[in-house]
């Protein structure tokens, strides 16, 4: 079958880095997408990754590992509205997104 | 209208009633999907169309149907709702193929009682 895992919930500090890890099964793999979605919000886009390496856009970086079928968003100089979940996605042989529970992301003073 | 917009917003719903969410897209995208949220389960996919005329079961498709008559329009109905139907429902279209990220409505809150 077809899974993703990732934490329910991490706790990090204002001004600190976090990292939510992610992995997948998948019926053939076309990608991994990173979303952001804050409380009563809808989801919106973070990051795709589909070759091993980092992507790093600003705060935020990606992190694929195609052989461990493993990825990480990486937050870095964490700020308080960054407090939201985020959710891992792969996309599959037939360009069907799917999608992890989410990691609820707090961020403590 | 710019990108993706569900209606309503939220709605209270009389089990056995018959219900319509909509969602309109004005990004030309040939893919457009239904998703319910619960909490602890994620988004899960109830039903997908990969272009105009056709469309797909999803995961959690029992008790749901969709049709897609035109590019921008792409209704889902509960024929009888019933209470296990509670959830918050998010609309997404996106160009299909790889690396093409998903848009997300706002999404309908819809409470069956």
């Known amino acids: 079958g077809q899974n993703i895992d990732q934490p329910t919930e991490m706790t990090a500090t204002e001004g600190a880095i976090v990292q939510i890890n992610c992995t997948y099964q998948?019926?053939?793999?076309?990608?991994l997408f990173w979303y952001q979605q804050h409380a009563g919000e809808a989801p919106t886009f973070l990051s795709y990754?589909?070759l091993d390496g980092l992507e790093e856009k600003g705060r935020f970086s990606s992190f694929l590992s195609r052989s461990k079928g493993y990825s990480y968003l990486l937050l870095k100089e964490l700020q308080m509205k960054d407090s939201a979940s985020y959710l891992c996605?792969?996309?599959?042989?037939?360009?069907?997104?799917?999608w992890g529970a989410g990691t609820k992301l707090i961020i403590k003073p | 209208i710019a990108g993706i917009t569900q209606a309503p917003t939220s709605q209270i719903l009389a089990a056995g009633r018959r219900m319509t969410l909509r969602c309109t897209q004005d990004?030309?995208?040939?893919?457009m999907y239904w998703y319910r949220q619960d909490l602890g389960l994620g988004l899960r996919l109830i039903h997908y169309?990969?272009?105009?005329?056709?469309?797909g079961k999803g995961e959690v498709p029992d008790g749901y149907s969709v049709s897609r008559a035109n590019t921008d329009d792409f209704p889902l109905t509960l024929a009888s709702a019933v209470p296990s139907q509670t959830s918050v429902y998010f609309c997404?279209?996106?160009?299909?193929?790889?690396?093409?990220?998903?848009?997300f409505g706002q999404g309908t809150r819809l409470t069956v009682v």
């Open positions: 997404a279209s996106s160009a299909r193929g790889e690396g093409t990220e998903a848009f």
């Open positions: 990004m030309r995208h040939n893919a």
């Open positions: 169309s990969n272009t105009a005329g056709t469309t």
């Open positions: 998948t019926s053939g793999f076309n990608g």
């Open positions: 990754n589909v």
């Open positions: 996605a792969a996309l599959d042989s037939n360009y069907q997104l799917i």
